[in-house]
């Protein structure tokens, strides 16, 4: 265990700063990052300023903006990450194969953390790239990932705080939300319908490593317009489990 008097508070700060800024908040004020971030506005000017200060944000006066440089502290992270380099191959002809828009992902803590993406078109109103996060809850590779965790963890995360509605389909009730993770955990699959974002469906399998572990989820991102709810275990189950076969005896 780590004492508290080994570790620098500043540089913890810093870092709760740096993860207030998302795809749907890029451009934020110093307010809004200090109610983000629950630090004093005093403190978040602080860190704000020293990130610009050392290229790492911009501020046109009011509001701030992080720069490129903030991917430096991540590139370096997925480097070094096998999984990326190891799933990006089969996700590349999972893609081309149903022309439709494929991701792998990881569970950190009460989010989903996109490690690998093969795009065929955009069907998310916010650009999803490689660190991109968004909630477990309402995602489907969130919802296969929670459904591998012991009851009481998955539970934890979804009690951890609130869960907002994105969208008027978002499932947020607790017991709800667990007892359709029980639903999920036996049919190994998860869809979700509009949960997220109006016009978006999904459909995710967990993938497992050689000890039958499960260490992420791929899932495929579909137009609502195009694709019936009902239509989407039918057309794509049978492809998303070929990849978690494939990949089964390569993952460690």
């Known amino acids: ?12 700060k810093g870092l709760a700063v740096i993860e ?5 908040r890029p451009r934020q004020s110093i307010s809004q990052v200090s109610e ?17 200060q050392h290229g790492y944000a911009t501020h046109d006066g009011k509001f701030f903006t992080l720069t490129p440089r903030v991917l430096r502290l ?7 990450m096998p999984l990326p380099q190891i799933v990006q191959p089969s996700l590349d002809r999972l893609s081309d194969e149903l022309g439709e828009s494929t991701s792998v992902s990881i569970l950190d803590g009460d989010e989903i953390v996109y490690v690998a993406r093969a795009a065929q078109r ?16 309402c995602t489907s590779m969130g919802r296969v990932l929670l459904a ?9 995360r979804l009690e951890h705080e609130p869960l907002p ?3 008027p389909h978002t499932m947020t009730e607790p017991d709800a939300l667990m007892a359709e993770l029980s639903r999920v955990r036996e049919q190994g699959y998860a869809v979700i319908d509009q949960e997220v974002e109006i016009g978006l469906r999904s459909i995710a399998v967990p993938l497992y490593n050689a000890q039958d572990k499960v260490i992420a989820a791929v899932n495929l991102g579909l137009p609502a317009i195009s694709n019936k709810a009902e239509d989407l275990v039918p057309r794509y189950l049978d492809a998303l489990r070929g990849m978690q076969r494939e990949l089964k005896d390569v993952l460690r």
């Open 122 to 137: 955009k069907v998310m109103s916010i650009s999803l790239m490689l660190g991109s996060r968004l909630p477990a809850y």
């Open 148 to 156: 591998a965790l012991p009851e009481e963890d998955a539970r934890s």
């Open 20 to 24: 207030t800024f998302s795809a749907e």
């Open 1 to 12: 265990m780590v004492h508290q008097r080994d570790t620098m508070g500043g540089l913890a």
């Open 74 to 80: 991540g590139t370096a992270c997925l480097a070094a």
């Open 165 to 167: 509605a994105r969208t």
């Open 36 to 52: 983000a971030s629950g630090l004093d506005r005093a403190t978040a000017r602080r860190c704000l300023l020293t990130l610009a």
